[in-house]
């Protein structure tokens, strides 16, 4: 051990700032943090690499070797493979994005210590990045039904709910560093990882799907020291008097910027596509999110000046309907994505009441109706029955019907002489802090408003090899296929509902 800690103090002694020429400013910070504090891995990028290497090893031996050969994917659970189609590149882009926070705050904080952690964390990133590109190419290779996977990183400037991710993960590098940082380390990765690369495995392994968790655990054994580097961070921010006025209003923008899109996204993953049921989302969340991430982090961090979210309460009021708000709302739009989707069956209704008391009162009358919308020869679907869906967040870009429609939070205001839909009362108080900030990231419906439903698709390339079949369907019946003749008959037209709103709506 003492050998360890010599060689990692020798190696900080290499650290000099350069005199020749002067340093450019590229990403500032409105944070001061001081030259010395602790790196609590004590990173040696030497052990770092040989460690990884073994995982790779072991990894991607198991894929191409035993999961390959047995044809696991195949056999999987088709519902569960279906939410991979999206769930994966989703995760995929905030790998990217987390490599991006991480080159930042090398390049900007001037302490050998944190970059130290910053340096191995970088790479970690850059390996999960090519990890689950890997993962979606060998699905797209071994798949019962690979149509979506090889499409779906094409989509993610273009789908409505990738577009909704991008909104939350490029928080990790858009703005200041640190305020990134609090973002990636001490909210998605100390609170968010542990239900998507933990939990989630164990969802993956009862519905046949093996080749996940082989590589959902390996990401996750890297994410202990990232979720380090987030307190060692924080450790270095608020040693610093005169950041805790920043600090804690960065936090609060942090948190919700990151529960606005996956608390809604996981809960549709977890609870509308296992087929194999286990724990709920809700359950997920209440043991990683609020009682250890909350209750055993958070809270401890009170007597150094950091509360509790802002609006974490409101948060966890709505944790008990997001997601089936958001299941109905990816159902019913389900020409627009490019998954299939399985309807629910009496045993689910019976699971759904079990977990979520009270919800088929509030959300049974859309399954049945969904059920009897699944042919195309009935010359009607789901999405024929709105004129419009609803607005969207101009903040967190997710639609804003949370957390129930009958109970929604939503609000239309007028800036700059243009209408804007906020979800809730905390993206509505981010945006006006900085209103330009967001002004420039467009909605799904302006970019394609008056688009007929047939030339979104046709644009976006949401068709089969057979260039006539639909990517996405609404069922897992293959006798049942929904085509482009059968969306043209639906001459169904992509409205920005702001448009329409009665004035009355507008402040």
């Known amino acids: 051990m003492r050998d360890i800690v010599e060689a990692h103090e020798r190696v900080k002694d290499f650290e000099w700032t350069a005199t020749y020429a002067a340093k450019p400013d590229r990403y500032p910070t409105k944070y001061k943090i001081p030259k010395k504090t602790k790196d609590p891995f004590r990173h040696l990028i030497r052990d770092y690499m040989s460690m990884e290497q073994e995982k790779d090893e072991r990894q991607y031996g198991a894929l191409e070797d035993v999961l390959a050969r047995s044809g696991y994917p195949a056999q999987a659970e088709r519902r ?121 495995t164990e969802v993956a392994a009862l519905n046949g799907d093996q080749s996940t968790p082989s590589v959902f655990l390996s990401i996750q054994s890297d994410e202990a020291r990232h979720m380090a580097n987030g307190y060692a961070t924080l450790a270095a921010v608020v040693s610093e008097p005169d950041n805790l006025p920043h600090l804690q209003a960065d936090f609060d923008r942090a948190f919700w910027r990151q529960h606005a899109f996956l608390d809604p996204f996981l809960g549709v993953v977890y609870d509308y596509f296992q087929k ?23 809270a401890k961090l009170e007597p150094f000046g950091l509360k509790l979210p802002r609006w974490f309460p409101e948060a966890q009021e709505r944790m008990k309907w997001v997601g089936h ?30 977990k979520y008391p009270g919800w088929y009162d509030h959300y049974g009358f859309f399954w049945e109706g969904y059920r009897e919308l699944l042919d195309p020869k009935d010359g009607a679907s789901t999405l024929s029955l709105f004129e419009s869906l609803p607005p969207l967040c101009r903040v967190c870009q997710m639609p804003t019907i949370f ?8 609000r239309i205001r007028e800036y700059g002489g243009v209408r804007h839909a906020f979800c809730s009362d905390a993206c509505e108080f981010i945006f006006w802090e900085d209103p330009q900030k967001f002004l420039a990231y467009k909605t799904f419906y302006e970019l394609y408003n008056g688009y007929s439903l047939d030339e979104y698709i046709m644009e976006n390339g949401l068709l089969r090899a057979d260039g006539k079949t639909l990517l996405a369907q609404p069922s897992l019946d293959d006798e049942k296929l929904w085509t482009i003749d059968d969306i043209r008959a639906l001459q169904y037209e992509i409205k920005n509902p702001l448009d329409s709103l009665d004035s009355d709506w507008v402040s």
């Open 325 to 354: 708000t958001g299941a109905m709302l990816a159902f019913s739009a389900w020409p627009l994505q490019f998954w299939r989707f399985d309807p629910l069956t009496n045993e689910d209704f019976d699971w759904f009441e079990l």
């Open 80 to 200: 569960w493979m279906e939410i991979l189609k999206v769930a994966v590149p989703v995760v995929n882009f905030g790998e990217y994005a987390a490599m991006k926070s991480c080159g930042q705050l090398i390049d900007t904080i001037d302490n050998a210590e944190l970059r130290q952690g910053y340096m191995a964390q970088m790479l970690d990133e850059i390996r999960h990045t090519n990890q689950e590109m890997y993962l979606t190419r060998f699905f797209a290779k071994h798949a019962a039904d690979p149509e979506g996977f090889a499409q779906a990183m094409k989509l993610k400037g273009t789908n409505m709910f990738n577009r909704a991710g991008r909104a939350a993960l490029e928080a990790f590098f858009v703005g200041d560093p640190i305020e990134g940082a609090l973002n990636l380390q001490v909210v998605a990765e100390t609170a968010y990882t542990n239900p998507i690369f933990v939990a989630m």
């Open 403 to 410: 957390p129930r429609i009958d109970i929604t939070t939503a």
């Open 276 to 298: 194999n049921r286990s724990s709920s989302y809700q359950e997920k969340w209440q043991e990683w999110i609020a009682d250890d991430w909350v209750g055993s982090y958070i």
